[in-house]
């Protein structure tokens, strides 16, 4: 197959998929049905293959469907089979997902609650800047460049390696599905046995396997692509930006789990980028590979930032009562103000104010590094129909980092929470759940729901 009439015939499927939203919305809920269940006949299997071939129609997993190409295309060198590279790929893009769902139902929902520790987030921070610095070509990792046997054909581990990433990249993409699969395996928690871990792993295979069908077939039929040349460069680099925007959005949960507010994230990562920069023209004029340059770049940007933190450490022992005191300081009733709406910031004053006014509680858990969040953020300040709706509730925002948000999230009603934000709550006075999703486009239902609330 040639590469337009392939990636005509992937563009047609997104635009017919996407034209039948409410489709889309009902398949993502068939799926969480599916994955709610401890059901592992056939047919659950092949319909969860099916909506991850659904999801990887959606727009923002398309810019990963050329880099597939070019990476496929560099690395089937040699006289290796022409399926093989293709293969690998397709197979490490789905097992990253048979080992999300086997950790997160071995651990009934630990595995989030660490993927969510600002150190954690931090950690893949580095790996990834690490990542975008190799595949930019600024750093040498051998397992990405060779088969280890002494030749230069790009090895098999490289390329499981690099579909791994691809699935780990487009994971932040197909939310709405992850989190239904996720939220059925949380579900699953009590009683689980080895039978039913598998069968949970099993079940977040085959939607990743559904999810990898564009990308496996992108990489038998391909695209045809100029001769190696000057050209390749440049791909890289693009590759190399869009893997340094998920380690920014990976900063970004970490840093705003210390506090940092998003305006001084994005100072933080620049400057590091700006002093990286600059250790690595350092070490120009020294007689050195250009990745020992940039291998000891790291190393000094790595020991900056740890004695930044260190003696901040040792500085300013007193912070955290600082920042107690100053909490025990601010009005009784906490609230916030986004444009006509104001949010109560604490789960007892919203209970008061909902009893004595006779109106439900609309609940929206919020994070600095959650973007989906702020997009319904955004919502409320610009969709009408939205924003009268929301001004007939008490309105109460739950911070990520609040110790309310972990009473929430031992609340059994409440799975979602150990997976995953955005999430919203629509309940009464007496704390009786009326509505609940993970949908921030769900804003039709959200109304409805608030009405009946009253």
């Not at 992108?218 to 340094?244: C, N, T």
């Not at 070490?283 to 900056?304: P, V």
Request: glycine share 10%.
């Amino acid at each position: 197959m040639k590469p337009f009439p392939l990636f005509a015939a992937l563009l047609l499927l997104s635009i017919t998929g996407l034209a039948h939203a409410d489709s889309l919305t009902t398949m993502n809920a068939w799926v969480e049905g599916q994955l709610a269940s401890n059901q592992s006949s056939l047919s659950a299997y092949v319909f969860l293959l099916l909506g991850g071939l659904l999801a990887s129609l959606l727009p923002c997993v398309y810019p990963l469907y050329p880099i597939t190409a070019s990476i496929i295309a560099g690395r089937s060198q040699g006289d290796v089979p022409r399926a093989l590279h293709p293969a690998i790929y397709y197979i490490g893009l789905a097992s990253i997902y048979f080992l999300f769902g086997l950790i997160a139902a071995a651990t009934g929902g630990a595995f989030n609650d660490v993927l969510r520790l600002p150190i954690t987030n931090l950690l893949l921070t580095l790996l990834f800047l690490m990542l975008a610095l190799a595949t930019a070509g600024f750093l040498h990792v051998p397992l990405f460049s060779g088969n280890g046997l002494g030749d230069k054909t790009p090895g098999l581990a490289g390329t499981f390696l690099m579909g791994m990433g691809a699935g780990l990249l487009s994971s932040s993409c197909v939310g709405p599905f992850v989190v239904g699969i996720l939220v059925g395996i949380a579900s699953q928690t009590d009683g689980l046995t080895v039978f039913t871990t598998l069968t949970a792993a099993l079940k977040m295979l085959a939607f990743g396997l559904g999810l990898g069908v564009p990308f496996l077939l992108i990489g038998l039929f391909g695209v045809r692509l100029p001769k190696s040349g000057s050209w390749m460069k440049y791909v890289q680099w693009a590759l190399g930006v869009l893997i340094l925007y998920f380690a920014y959005t990976y900063l970004e949960k970490g840093l705003s789990g210390y506090g940092f507010k998003p305006e001084h994230i994005q100072l933080v990562f620049f400057e590091a980028l700006l002093v990286l920069y600059s250790l690595y023209h350092l070490w120009e004029g020294e007689d050195m590979h250009g990745f020992r340059r940039m291998e000891k770049s790291l190393f000094a940007l790595f020991a900056l930032v740890g004695g930044l933190a260190l003696a901040q450490g040792v500085l300013s022992p007193s912070a955290s009562a600082t920042v107690a005191s100053a909490t025990a300081a601010t009005p009784a009733v906490a609230t916030e103000t986004k444009g006509e709406l104001t949010w109560y910031l604490n789960r007892e004053d919203a209970v008061k104010a909902a009893r004595e006014q006779g109106k439900p509680i609309f609940v929206d858990f919020f994070a600095y590094w959650c973007a989906n969040c702020k997009a319904f953020e955004h919502l409320t300040q610009t969709d009408r129909e939205l924003i009268d709706s929301l001004k007939k509730v008490v309105l109460l925002k739950i911070y990520d980092n609040d110790p309310e948000f972990k009473q929430f999230q031992n609340d059994k009603r409440f799975p979602e929470l150990k997976v995953g934000l955005p999430f919203f709550v629509i309940a009464d006075a007496d704390n009786n759940l009326l509505y609940k999703t993970s949908d921030y486009t769900r804003t039709d239902e959200m109304v409805l729901f608030m009405g009946e609330g009253e």
